[in-house]
């Protein structure tokens, strides 16, 4: 990956707001990487929101719906970004 990539990318993570607690994607955590396929043209994010789930199943409705919408705002900043790629979340 080009160290322009690595900046936009990094940007995107800054940009993203978790909607409940009004930090960015990159300080709570859920990106663990982005991997680049240059053949490909796709870009994969690899997430983690199983670890942030909380224990009351009533309030896994709840954080379902907050990660639903991270990954929607997340694949727009992204799609933005990087308009000629194919994302995809893992």
């Not at 990159?26 to 670890?51: A, L, P």
Request: proline share 4%; aromatic share 6%.
């Amino acid at each position: 990956m080009n160290p322009e990539m690595t900046e936009k990318i990094a940007s995107i993570l800054e940009r993203a707001k978790d909607p409940e607690s009004g930090l960015s994607v990159e300080e709570v955590g859920v990106v663990k990487r982005v991997r680049y396929n240059e053949e490909k043209k796709e870009m994969y994010i690899v997430t983690d929101f199983v670890s942030h789930l909380p224990g009351c199943l009533t309030c896994v409705g709840i954080a379902m719906a907050v990660m639903s919408t991270i990954v929607r705002n997340l694949n727009e900043e992204f799609q933005k970004e990087f308009p000629n790629l194919t994302i995809q979340f893992v």
